[in-house]
């Protein structure tokens, strides 16, 4: 087991700890991110900080390594890494330290990595730097090591450019690089963050096998607390920057002492629980084809308080939708047209003998109040035909309907929430001028009307009407996410499609933004596809759900059906590589995969 220590327990002589942290604390002016933090690491294990975004991990691996020199940080405490005093050690210490003792893997590779130079030759440079050895046997180490981390045919990969590589081979090339001069300790900050569960799980397993052949110790910094079961020996629970819990990850997953603890982790969507409000799905997907469910009018049909509370809405929602049901029932010849509808899409890219199809054949049907979720691999085509569905891509084949009638260009009423709310905010416009752009581009309001509009919208997706004039890096990930769905609200849609919306975000956010949909749902009656690599995300919010697979959908049907009893063998594997909370059965899935892929 690791040694963690914050106030003293195990562990506590001197100098036996590869990692010795004694009542850090680091400041950015007024801010402080790290506040009297103490741990130690020894050896060969693993400790995982884990938390929400703002908690300070980031904070404390950055620290490690003495990377908040020159910053302007104001760090106090000691912080001692293999056998280095950080705080005191000389510029030519810590170069030496970084890389040849310690070693870090950031959480977007692509920033980490020149665009401009081979791979293999941003390896051999940092092999150079620490071993000064020729040219030619520091080709030969990155070779070796790209190798040792899983990419295939090594030699010819050394020679391509970071562009040329997946997001997961991407990853393997960091820790390729991390492991070119045997370092003691690795620090992994949020490096499967990106990445879909397949390739997550591959990380992560091997980063295990890493960590058995060479006695690395290993420092995770991860918000996804399946991912730190998967991964290490204990766990450290942070919170603005202080420690609020500790141990054995078992016991700290397993029987959590501390009420924030519990509250994270009740937080975290699980693969194996059915989705709370599933009956309100169909019953208010029937319901809508006929009225607004929040404005159903005559008499209400009387449901007892604990029929409401076990669909997870209020008695008069839950009246609404089974008297509009019902309605519904009276006239079964009525015929109920979806709201969106894909005919045979197809989507190629490339020329010539390089063409391929990103989408091949893909036909679905969306009602109002419904929920699709769709899974599958990146590069298995879920964005290419969320962007079709909106009308930001033009179909090769097939057609986009809406409400019966094909469509083609955009459709101001199905609207988009991006993955990263960050690129899809201009930073020179405030947030309140990039949500008044659906209004204007209508042209039938005043600019007083508009910006009484967006107020509201801000107010109804849980921010303040006075942030309408503040820019987007004032404002946290779930915020900046929250911007993002009330822009989309503000055209007025039928439908929103929900490209990656929570994937960067850490459980307790990315739980605010799911159930702010879902509210949104409930109240306007919107059609949502939601596209996710994140399957436990995707089964707590749909209704059906699609997986698809190298362009086409490999398996669909209801959320609860496909997840309990999926029939195609790429919807099993998908789901075995969900991490699991509990590190017995983490461990058992990751034999079962070492035993899968020696066959």
Same mark, same amino acid.
């Given at each position: 087991?690791?040694?963690?220590?914050?106030?003293?327990?195990?562990?506590?002589?001197?100098?036996?700890?590869?990692?010795?942290?004694?009542?850090?604390?680091?400041?950015?002016?007024?801010?402080?991110?790290?506040?009297?933090?103490?741990?130690?690491?020894?050896?060969?294990?693993?400790?995982?900080?884990?938390?929400?975004?703002?908690?300070?991990?980031?904070?404390?691996?950055?620290?490690?390594?003495?990377?908040?020199?020159?910053?302007?940080?104001?760090?106090?405490?000691?912080?001692?890494?293999?056998?280095?005093?950080?705080?005191?050690?000389?510029?030519?210490?810590?170069?030496?330290?970084?890389?040849?003792?310690?070693?870090?893997?950031?959480?977007?590779?692509?920033?980490?990595?020149?665009?401009?130079?081979?791979?293999?030759?941003?390896?051999?440079?940092?092999?150079?730097?620490?071993?000064?050895?020729?040219?030619?046997?520091?080709?030969?180490?990155?070779?070796?090591?790209?190798?040792?981390?899983?990419?295939?045919?090594?030699?010819?990969?050394?020679?391509?450019?970071?562009?040329?590589?997946?997001?997961?081979?991407?990853?393997?090339?960091?820790?390729?690089?991390?492991?070119?001069?045997?370092?003691?300790?690795?620090?992994?900050?949020?490096?499967?963050?990106?990445?879909?569960?397949?390739?997550?799980?591959?990380?992560?397993?091997?980063?295990?096998?890493?960590?058995?052949?060479?006695?690395?110790?290993?420092?995770?910094?991860?918000?996804?607390?399946?991912?730190?079961?998967?991964?290490?020996?204990?766990?450290?629970?942070?919170?603005?920057?202080?420690?609020?819990?500790?141990?054995?990850?078992?016991?700290?997953?397993?029987?959590?002492?501390?009420?924030?603890?519990?509250?994270?982790?009740?937080?975290?969507?699980?693969?194996?629980?059915? $989705? /709370?409000?599933?009956? %309100?799905?169909?019953? !208010? +997907?029937?319901? =809508? &084809? *006929?009225?607004? #469910? @929040? $404005? /159903?009018?005559?008499? %209400?049909?009387?449901? !007892? +308080?604990?029929? =409401? &509370? *076990?669909?997870? #809405? @209020? $008695?008069?929602?839950?009246?609404?939708?089974?008297?509009?049901?019902?309605?519904? &029932?009276?006239?079964?010849?009525?015929?109920?047209?979806?709201?969106?509808?894909?005919?045979?899409?197809?989507?190629?890219?490339?020329?010539?003998?390089?063409?391929?199809?990103?989408?091949?054949?893909?036909?679905?049907?969306?009602?109002?109040?419904?929920?699709?979720?769709?899974?599958?691999?990146?590069?298995?085509?879920?964005?290419?035909?969320?962007?079709?569905?909106?009308?930001?891509?033009?179909?090769?084949?097939?057609?986009?309907?809406?409400?019966?009638?094909?469509?083609?260009?955009?459709?101001?009423?199905?609207?988009?929430?991006?993955?990263?709310?960050?690129?899809?905010?201009?930073?020179?416009?405030?947030?309140?001028?990039?949500?008044?752009?659906?209004?204007?581009?209508?042209?039938?309001?005043?600019?007083?009307?508009?910006?009484?509009?967006?107020?509201?919208?801000?107010?109804?997706?849980?921010?303040?009407?006075?942030?309408?004039?503040?820019?987007?890096?004032?404002?946290?990930?779930?915020?900046?996410?929250?911007?993002?769905?009330?822009?989309?609200?503000?055209?007025?849609?039928?439908?929103?499609?929900?490209?990656?919306?929570?994937?960067?975000?850490?459980?307790?956010?990315?739980?605010?933004?799911?159930?702010?949909?879902?509210?949104?749902?409930?109240?306007?009656?919107?059609?949502?596809?939601?596209?996710?690599?994140?399957?436990?995300?995707?089964?707590?919010?749909?209704?059906?759900?699609?997986?698809?697979?190298?362009?086409?959908?490999?398996?669909?049907?209801?959320?609860?059906?496909?997840?309990?009893?999926?029939?195609?063998?790429?919807?099993?594997?998908?789901?075995?590589?969900?991490?699991?909370?509990?590190?017995?059965?983490?461990?058992?899935?990751?034999?079962?995969?070492?035993?899968?892929?020696?066959?």
């Amino acid at each position: 087991m690791s040694s963690v220590k914050v106030g003293g327990s195990r562990g506590d002589r001197p100098g036996d700890a590869l990692v010795e942290v004694g009542d850090l604390s680091v400041a950015f002016g007024d801010l402080r991110a790290v506040d009297g933090l103490s741990f130690r690491l020894e050896k060969g294990t693993a400790l995982a900080l884990v938390g929400e975004s703002g908690s300070g991990k980031s904070t404390v691996a950055s620290a490690l390594l003495g990377l908040h020199r020159g910053t302007g940080a104001h760090v106090d405490g000691s912080v001692r890494v293999a056998g280095v005093d950080v705080g005191a050690a000389s510029d030519d210490e810590l170069r030496r330290l970084r890389g040849a003792k310690a070693a870090m893997v950031f959480q977007d590779p692509l920033s980490s990595l020149d665009p401009y130079y081979a791979v293999g030759d941003q390896i051999a440079e940092v092999y150079r730097v620490h071993t000064r050895v020729s040219r030619r046997a520091a080709r030969t180490r990155a070779v070796e090591v790209l190798d040792r981390v899983g990419i295939a045919g090594a030699a010819r990969k050394s020679r391509a450019r970071p562009h040329e590589f997946s997001g997961g081979m991407r990853q393997r090339a960091l820790i390729a690089m991390a492991l070119a001069c045997e370092p003691e300790l690795l620090i992994a900050d949020e490096p499967t963050t990106a990445l879909d569960v397949t390739v997550q799980a591959q990380i992560l397993d091997l980063l295990h096998t890493l960590r058995e052949e060479t006695g690395l110790a290993l420092l995770l910094v991860t918000h996804d607390v399946g991912v730190a079961a998967e991964s290490v020996d204990d766990v450290l629970v942070m919170r603005h920057g202080r420690a609020v819990e500790h141990g054995p990850v078992g016991a700290v997953l397993g029987a959590p002492r501390e009420a924030y603890t519990r509250e994270l982790l009740g937080a975290v969507p699980r693969v194996d629980a059915p $989705r /709370v409000a599933t009956a %309100v799905g169909e019953v !208010s +997907r029937t319901a =809508a &084809a *006929v009225a607004d #469910v @929040s $404005r /159903v009018e005559g008499p %209400v049909v009387d449901v !007892s +308080r604990s029929e =409401a &509370a *076990v669909v997870g #809405v @209020s $008695r008069a929602e839950a009246a609404a939708a089974v008297a509009a049901s019902r309605t519904v &029932a009276a006239d079964a010849s009525d015929e109920v047209v979806p709201v969106l509808e894909a005919v045979g899409l197809r989507r190629e890219f490339g020329r010539g003998k390089g063409r391929f199809a990103a989408v091949d054949d893909v036909s679905l049907v969306i009602h109002r109040g419904e929920t699709l979720g769709v899974v599958g691999e990146s590069g298995s085509g879920k964005t290419t035909l969320g962007r079709m569905l909106v009308g930001l891509q033009e179909p090769t084949a097939g057609s986009v309907r809406y409400e019966g009638r094909e469509r083609s260009g955009v459709n101001p009423a199905v609207q988009m929430v991006f993955q990263d709310p960050v690129s899809s905010l201009n930073p020179r416009r405030s947030v309140g001028e990039s949500i008044a752009d659906p209004l204007r581009a209508r042209g039938a309001l005043s600019e007083e009307r508009i910006r009484g509009r967006v107020r509201d919208l801000l107010e109804r997706v849980g921010l303040e009407a006075a942030h309408y004039d503040r820019y987007p890096h004032e404002f946290s990930g779930g915020q900046r996410q929250r911007v993002g769905i009330a822009r989309a609200l503000a055209a007025e849609p039928r439908a929103i499609v929900c490209d990656e919306p929570v994937s960067a975000l850490d459980v307790t956010t990315q739980a605010q933004v799911v159930a702010l949909l879902a509210e949104l749902q409930r109240e306007l009656g919107l059609a949502l596809v939601f596209v996710a690599h994140d399957l436990a995300v995707v089964r707590q919010v749909s209704d059906r759900v699609a997986v698809m697979r190298r362009g086409r959908i490999v398996e669909h049907g209801p959320a609860d059906e496909v997840y309990e009893s999926p029939r195609d063998p790429y919807t099993r594997q998908l789901l075995a590589a969900v991490p699991a909370l509990d590190p017995q059965v983490a461990a058992e899935r990751r034999t079962a995969r070492r035993e899968l892929a020696v066959v």
